[in-house]
């Protein structure tokens, strides 16, 4: 071949790269495979996160998940004031694909409305704790018990009673292995450590929401589930179901012998230091605790209520709720993502991170702490916060902070009763 061929065809040479390079990229434009365009088939699921103590592990967990599955991307959108972002994207039709959201009353009033995914028939649920199950299917708000059903899968859950300090009732003579099971002997517990010269609780009323869980510990034994139900329909009142309750906390806070009127952070800090026998907070305020005195040997029990044992319920909440939109474009890729996060291996890793406790018939405890309160969960013995089915515009931490102060039961229900009633008015 002479000089002068290799010299007329480099001008096609050049035309026929061109050629290619413009088909490939056309192909790339309309989604055909080939000619290096694999990321045109890619789905991207928008994931919308509300946790800001688990935005990284979850990250982790997304990234894990397109390592597995190279055809799906996740974006994790982590929102600080989940509520309001989430109402505006369904206002605006942007329904996220796949779904984090506390389990309260602001997911059950979504549920309503038909915007999530219907699990109930899922496969997936004969492997979940069935009390789990059931709190996250009262959530819904409707009086109509036959549409009480799944709209995300309990993700993580958490629960409400004391933490303790082992060591302290030790020092005070009493069983840190056999809390008190009725309502009398926790009492008659806290007396002998008031005796013994150790403050028996520590109170954290400066920040007004900490009152409401010692509130759903006790209203997990004394109030039935059903009967948030019959206050919606007007059958029973704030002073049928909470007086007893609202008693008993306020009774409760008198063996607080220290300062009552402490930050939630502060209060945490006095008890890592080992300044109180029992704080009355849920297992969510355990990392709080051990960040700050990790040697500290504690316990989590469930708070009596009565003085029948058989009667006792552990409060524990949906602490996550994991749902996707129930119009996503991409449901196959969105439930694969699901059941990647509810593996067993995921959700054990969430719960170590988190003091958490797993959602499967196998509960998995994210801390020894928490072996307390197994046998409620292997016995479905559980039942959800009670301030899940109030409103948030209802200030119940306000009127719980001043009853617990004043000791004034009647001011405490007949402020609740007036603004459910002007609540209840706005919804008819």
Known sequence: MTADSHIGRRPITRMLRRAVTAICAAAIGIGIAGCGASSAQVVTLDFFQFKAEAADQFKQMAQEFEAQNPGIRINVNNSANAQTDLRTRFVKNRVPDVITFNGDINFGMFAASGVFHDFTDDPIVDELNPGMVQIAKNLVQTTDTSKKRLYGLPFAGNASGYIYNKALWRQAGVDPDNPPQTWSEFIAMLQKFRDAGINPVQATLADAWTTQAPLSSLAGTLVPESEYTKLKTGETNFETIWTDTIEKEIELYTYADNEKGVTYQQGTQNFA?????????????????????????????????????????????????????????????????IKFLMQKEQLDAYADAQYAITPLKDTYFGGEALEGVRPFFEESRVVDFCDHYIPASINIGGYLQSAVTSGNVQQFINSMQSEWDKVQARTF
Do not use: C, R, W
């Not at 704080?279 to 990790?294: C, D, E």
């Not at 209520?305 to 969105?334: F, I, R, Y």
């Open 273 to 337: 230091k080992g300044e109180a026998a029992i704080i009355p907070l849920g297992t969510y305020a355990i990392p709080q605790i051990t960040l700050i005195n990790p040697d500290i040997e504690i316990g989590f029990a469930q708070m009596p209520a009565t003085d029948d044992a058989s009667e006792q319920m552990l409060t524990a909440g949906d602490d996550v709720m994991l749902t996707m939109g129930a119009n996503t474009k991409h449901p196959e890729e969105a439930m694969k993502f």
